[in-house]
């Protein structure tokens, strides 16, 4: 049954100027594009372009053209802090505090400007760019290793940027003199400017012809009826709590060790929680996500959307659709740490949390939801001087994503997923005529999809030459290294993604994730993205696909033959050694009935075996209200003497490890430290 | 006696002729079923109906040009050869990878891109250009021929050549193809240093895969039609409309057919932009609905021309005119949301089963069945009467439509009528936005099944004053291949500061003297070809470029300016300019002199056939019907009226003065 929705507006006008609204936003995104500087503006698209009531809702947001990061974006406090108001203002920040988690990372710098009709404010325009430099420890500003925000770059709280039509050019100095490439960035937000300009352009004609009470009512109906819209999609849902959780994985993180984000999805009639109660705490590491726990976090509810745009593409795309999605991220933990976290590689956590969702929706609906795509949204990014000047050249290089996972229904995409199918990837001709590399390879993985009755997509394959001395690679974001994307129902897990570097005149040699990698002359960078997950057992694919595959080079004759059961010589299917191979994979117990619904691949299983759902949460227990910095030391010791201890706490005695906890707080405290 | 020129047009349902007058512009226009897989035997049939009921034999046709949506439907239906690439080592999933955004980007239920070349008829060949042009790894001539022998085993019949940076130096793309020409002589290569030669990879790769895709049915469909031309008796020069407007002769256009795409409905916007010449109006735009879509385009001066475009699930980047689909078409289903929203489109009910009231078993409501609801269109007003549509269907279907919005059967026709209406102003203001022009300064002309039956209401709702419905509107496009002129467009990469505009003066002189030789091939004389300079610019820094007009002598730093305030609606005088490539248009105009009285008017006032019930925003107003053929040229009349014709049916709503010109052109005004 759906949700009964009478719009406020005469229902065939509130269309008609639904239509108009959603025209502004893609305008703004077109101007945007074609008017911005840095590669990750105009060819990537990092953009959010909105119209936003003054209550701070989106209530039209580009669909066509930008990030699909919008819903749930919530300017109410940095609207407040604003202002006040005058026409032709423009306010900006960048602040995570001050804007209570709109803003998530240094390098999204907001903009916002009001919109009247006849002296009354009818909404703003809005739009975040990410700059491609805001300053920092690194090219780029983003180092995974970082340890507080600070090592981020430049912090500008809210601020008026242009009073009444002028631009304040002194404000915009301090801004670009923190940042790496001043006349870069300096485009870029000129050509935000007028996309906001443009916007307040089309609406005010809007008002003109309708009047601002009719506007105001139809901004309001849209997002009214988005969240009719969402309210009937949950209900479609079975009640129930639905737990899952995933990790980021540890190379980059203090000591090593794999951060959980754990999920209930709780749904209530037309009601979801995202409740990440359990999950583990912040880290001095750049993954921390500052949602400050609000309602419909933009960056917590990226699954919810998606989904919610999956299952119906009609859905309109505004704040509507997360009214009905409460958020608990408690105090302290990765998606919600104190102010100051370091934070600049959150996302690597916002894709985790949006796979997590639909891993928690898939316990809900078995045969509706996906397997796990690729995990990684990771942006390269490089620094190297120009040869004859010397100037320092900063630019995104590539966002890397890898395969999807397999639908029950169809396989994956190649070399791209669902949840990072925002982003335009770069043209390699425009990247070799901006900086001095050479681009090797941008080419499919055979073999790393993972296989099923539908087959995940394969991840990719990119090889980065540079061709000066003193350059510097960044890649944040790099995941699925260690734990595979799962697979589903049986179907096999997609392969992990890799890095390489190799020296000139010789053999790439396997490295960790990229954090600030020096590069030399002539040295090669590989990055290998994952491939998605598979769906299904992989003996029960039709071998006419199986064959294509292997004709298409995406699939081995060798995996061919041992995973699917399909055996090709020259060409062709031997059918009955086929039909022998799939009966012995079946006898084997490749998909047990009834299939599991996951399968996570042996180092995740191996990982859960030593660190199983109730020692992980008993552990962040014992551990709860200790201030962030203390939290991390005492945490790791008791994970110590847990892993020392093993046979003692089995099975689980949650007091022994509460003991063990104080011991340590005593052990740590400034008293036995000074008489040590 | 005065010559006649031949255009046709051959689309999916109908194939349409039209013959022109060269002496008087006089238009006769003919419509047979385009015959499915022989689309030629349509044509000649066509032909040959038109030369007999105009009393002419083949020797009057002194031109024939041809356009056709043959090429789109190939690439829509991927019904096109199996076609091989070849690339630089590295990258052989261009196709795949494309620029990795997804359609309909975090859907995880939207269908798989599906690349027009399977990744098993793709081989990499060693070679290596860089940015500069220089070559860093000389090519590998004979992996490029093994590579092509395994192609041509694996199927293959038509290749596609794409390296990195071939629109700096195409050298090696060049030798490349000398090898295969000597090893393959009759196998279909082309290469996208000469299909289109612009940066980014991708875009480039796929219009050089497109044009081989299309290459094989392109070249036999060129190839039988003049064949059957020439049977017939006709001798005169076989033009085709590209995709720019223009015309190139038979043999280039099947040796680049990717550039002929668009030839259908360019010729359209042609023809509007010829008819708008005699009729004196420079600032127009064109609306083209018929069964599945409302396309518009932008004439001032000349139609404005767009270097990217849509096919199916590609872009195309090509100079072509700039047409742009802004919503729904008289077949379009209405359809209520869950919500009781009420939506229309993007679903069309097609030619088959059509809309409702065809009564060939489609149930849902259409555009078309509220056109008919309304009292807009009648029972009987198609084709002169030889179709007849279903009053009772359209009302069960759009009645069903009205329980959903809790609306009488009247107000629901009504309400899809001003929605799909809203649908196309959506689209229209951004279109306005990116192009820079003010719309209060622009007519309309309207064509198509359903561009006259919908024109008034999308002006009224668009603020746009002034109509025009062209004499033949349902045959637009074959006026226009008939009428076309020769036209082609020659590009060239220079990347380099506005410091050297000298430097750009002699590129563009070179380029005016191979645009002569090129007209010279052609058989053309040159004397009175115009040749039209623009650059793409920007600021440096920026990626995307935009057209810039420029005069002889004229200063192209203050032209850049100013057009681009107009599009963006700022400006950045601190930074420096860059030319990315530099254009020239060749035109030959064609020897049309200008049209005349088509036909003369019987009597001076008009009697109406009947008059009609019409529901017109909540009001009931009884509409005159007239036989437009019979409205007197010069006479004024008031809306609302309903003018019926073989081929479309006008509504004049209220609000509008109409009167008809000498040429057979409707125009209308708002009133006050």
């Not at chain 1, 903009?111 to 780029?140: K, Q, S």
């Not at chain 2, 279907?397 to 009205?402: C, F, M, N, P, R």
């Not at chain 2, 053929?629 to 006008?650: E, F, H, N």
Request: aromatic share 8%; proline share 6%.
């Amino acid at each position: 049954m759906s949700e009964t929705f009478t719009p406020k507006s005469d229902p065939v006008l509130f269309e008609i100027l639904r239509c108009q609204f959603q025209g502004v936003v893609e305008e703004m995104g077109e101007l945007l594009t074609h008017c911005g500087h840095t590669v990750f503006v105009k060819e990537t698209q990092d953009f959010i372009v909105a119209l936003v009531t003054p209550r701070g809702e989106v209530a039209a947001c580009s669909v066509d053209i930008g990030l699909w990061i919008g819903v749930g974006q919530n300017f109410k406090a940095v609207f407040d802090a604003g202002g006040p108001y005058r026409p032709g203002d423009v306010w900006f920040t960048n602040d995570p505090e001050q804007s209570r988690g709109l803003v998530t990372h240094l390098l999204d710098v907001f903009c916002w400007r009001p919109i009247y009709h006849e002296g009354e404010l009818v909404c703003f325009a809005a739009a975040f760019i990410h700059c491609t430099d805001v300053g920092g420890l690194a090219p780029g500003s983003i180092a995974p290793s970082a340890v507080d925000q600070h090592q981020e770059g430049v912090v500008i709280p809210v601020t008026r940027l242009v009073a009444e039509g002028e631009m304040r050019e002194d404000v915009l100095r301090i801004f670009l003199r923190n940042c790496r490439v001043p006349d870069k960035n300096r485009g870029d937000v000129l050509a935000m400017l007028g996309a906001l300009k443009r916007a307040e352009l089309r609406v005010t004609g809007l008002a003109e012809k309708f009047g601002g009470d009719v506007l105001r009512t139809a901004l309001d109906d849209v997002l009214d009826y988005a969240e009719a819209q969402a309210r009937s999609l949950i209900r479609e849902v079975p009640d129930g709590d639905y737990a899952f959780w995933d990790y980021l994985e540890g190379d980059l993180m203090p000591e090593g060790r794999h951060v959980r984000i754990r999920l209930t999805l709780r749904i209530r009639g037309d009601e979801m929680l995202l409740d990440f109660e359990g999950t583990d705490p912040q880290v001095a590491a750049a993954f921390n996500l500052p949602s400050y726990s609000t309602d419909g976090h933009y960056l917590l509810v990226m699954g919810v959307v998606n989904f919610m745009r999956s299952v119906n593409p009609h859905t309109v795309y505004n704040s509507g659709l997360v009214r009905a999605v409460r958020v608990n991220a408690p105090r302290g933990s990765l998606l919600n740490p104190e102010p100051g976290a370091p934070i600049g590689a959150r996302q690597a956590t916002f894709f985790r949390v949006a796979d997590i969702v639909l891993g928690a929706l898939a316990h809900a609906w078995r045969e509706r939801m996906p397997a796990a795509g690729c995990g990684q949204g990771s942006i390269m990014v490089m620094a190297a001087p120009d040869f004859s000047t010397g100037t320092n050249l900063v630019s995104t290089v590539q966002p890397l994503v890898g395969g999807s996972g397999a639908r029950p229904w169809d396989d994956g995409t190649e070399g791209v997923d669902f949840t990072t199918g925002f982003y335009r990837n770069i043209p390699n001709e425009v990247l070799e005529s901006e900086m001095p590399v050479l681009v090797e390879r941008y080419a499919l993985i055979p073999d790393s999809g993972g296989a099923g009755r539908t087959r995940g997509g394969c991840g990719l394959h990119y090889s980065l030459r540079l061709l000066v001395p003193g350059g510097v690679v960044t890649a944040r974001g790099m995941e699925r290294f260690h734990f595979q994307p799962w697979g589903r129902e049986a179907g096999r897990p997609g392969d992990t993604g890799r890095a390489f570097l190799q020296a000139p005149g010789e053999e790439p040699r396997q490295i960790e994730k990229i954090n600030v990698l020096d590069v030399p002359a002539g040295g090669v960078v590989h990055a290998h993205s994952a491939g998605g997950g598979g769906f299904g057992p992989p003996r029960e694919r039709d071998p006419a696909l199986v064959l294509r595959d292997v004709e298409d080079g995406l699939v081995t004759p060798e995996s061919a033959g041992e995973v699917y059961g399909v055996i090709i010589q020259d060409g062709r299917i031997l059918e009955k050694e086929t039909e022998e191979r799939r009966r012995l994979l079946a006898d084997e117990g490749d998909g047990a009935t009834p299939p599991a619904p996951f399968s996570f691949g042996v180092n995740r299983e191996a990982f859960e075996r030593l660190w199983p759902d109730d020692l992980q949460l008993a552990v962040n227990r014992a551990t709860e209200g200790i201030p962030p910095a203390i939290r991390q030391h005492v945490r790791f010791e008791a994970m110590r003497a847990v892993e020392e201890a093993r046979s003692v706490v089995e099975p689980l005695d949650e007091s022994w490890l509460e003991a063990r906890v104080s011991e340590i707080i005593e052990r740590m405290s400034p008293r036995s430290t000074h008489s040590a | 006696m005065s010559g006649w020129r031949i255009g046709v047009d051959v689309g999916g349902t109908f194939t349409d002729v039209a013959l022109v007058e060269e002496a008087t512009g006089r238009v006769g226009v003919y419509k047979v079923p385009t015959t499915v897989g022989e689309p030629v035997s349509g044509v000649l049939e066509g032909v040959r109906e038109g030369l007999a009921r105009e009393g002419l034999d083949s020797a009057d046709v002194v031109y024939f040009g041809a356009g056709s949506t043959l090429a789109v439907n190939t690439i829509i239906q991927r019904s096109g050869e199996p076609t091989g690439l070849l690339v630089t080592q590295g990258f052989r999933d261009v196709l795949e990878i494309r620029r990795t955004r997804l359609p309909d980007a975090p859907s995880f239920e939207a269908a798989r891109p599906v690349p027009l070349v399977r990744r098993a008829h793709v081989r990499e060949v060693r070679e290596r250009v860089g940015a500069d042009g220089a070559v860093l790894r000389p090519l590998d001539t004979d992996s490029v021929v093994q590579g092509v022998e395994e192609l041509l085993e694996a199927g293959v019949t038509a290749l596609a050549v794409s390296f990195l940076h071939t629109y700096i130096n195409p050298a090696h793309e060049q030798v490349a193809q000398a090898a295969i020409a000597e090893c393959w002589p009759d196998l279909f290569v082309c290469a996208s240093w000469e299909t289109w030669p612009q940066q980014r990879e991708y875009e480039r790769t796929l219009v050089c895969v497109m044009n081989a895709y299309v290459g094989a049915t392109m070249r036999s469909y060129y190839g039988k039609l003049e064949e059957g031309l020439r049977a017939m008796g006709i001798g005169c020069p076989v033009q085709i409309t590209q995709s720019n407007g223009g015309t190139v002769s038979i043999g280039e256009a099947a040796r680049i057919p990717v550039r002929t795409m668009f030839s259908g409905p360019a010729s359209g916007v042609m023809a509007a932009a010829k008819a708008a010449r005699e009729y004196g109006e420079a600032k127009l735009f064109t609306l083209d609905m018929g069964g599945t879509s409302a396309d518009m385009s932008l004439i001032d001066g000349a139609p404005r021309v767009s270097v990217e475009s849509t096919i199916g699930d590609f872009p195309l980047f090509l100079p072509a005119v700039a047409i742009e689909t802004i919503g729904a078409g008289g077949g379009s289903i209405a359809w209520v949301d869950p919500h009781g929203v009420l939506k229309v489109g993007p679903r069309s009910a097609g030619a088959d089963p059509g809309p409702a009231c065809y009564d060939r078993g489609g149930r849902e409501p259409t555009v078309t069945d509220a056109y008919l609801v309304t009292g807009v269109l009648g029972e009987n007003d198609l084709l002169g009467g030889r179709m007849t549509l279903s009053r009772a269907r359209a009302e069960d279907a759009v009645g069903s439509l009205g329980e959903a919005l809790g609306m009488e059967t009247i107000r629901a026709a009504e309400a899809v009528l001003r929605v799909a209406t809203a649908n196309m102003v959506a689209s229209f203001l951004p279109m306005i936005a990116r192009y820079g022009v003010d719309h209060r300064e622009f007519s309309l002309q309207a064509y198509g099944g359903a561009g006259p039956t919908h024109a008034f209401m999308l002006a009224a709702e668009a603020g746009i004053q002034r109509l025009v419905i062209p004499h033949a509107p349902g045959a637009m496009c074959a006026v226009g291949a008939a009428v076309a002129d020769v036209q082609m467009d020659f590009v060239r990469s220079v990347r380099a500061g506005l410091s050297d505009e000298k430097g750009m003066e002699e590129m563009f002189t070179e380029m005016e003297e191979t645009a002569r030789s090129w007209l010279a091939e052609q058989g053309l004389e040159t004397a009175s070809a115009e040749f039209e300079r623009s650059a793409d610019m920007r600021y440096e820094g920026q990626s995307f470029e935009i057209m810039v007009g420029l005069d002889r002598n004229g200063d192209a730093q203050e032209a850049f300016q100013r057009r681009y305030e107009e599009t963006f609606g700022y400006l950045d005088p601190d930074s420096a300019i860059e030319v990315l490539q530099i254009r020239m248009l060749a035109r030959v105009p064609n020897r049309m002199v200008g049209a005349a009285s088509s036909r003369l008017c019987e009597s001076d006032r008009p009697e109406p056939v009947e008059t009609r019930e019409v529901t017109h925003q909540g009001r009931q107003l009884a509409v005159p019907v007239y036989q437009r053929a019979r409205i007197p040229t010069g006479l004024k009349l008031s809306g609302p009226a309903v003018l019926l014709q073989y081929d479309t049916t006008v509504f004049v709503t209220p609000g509008f003065a109409f009167w008809a010109d000498a040429a057979g052109n409707l125009h209308a005004e708002a009133d006050g």
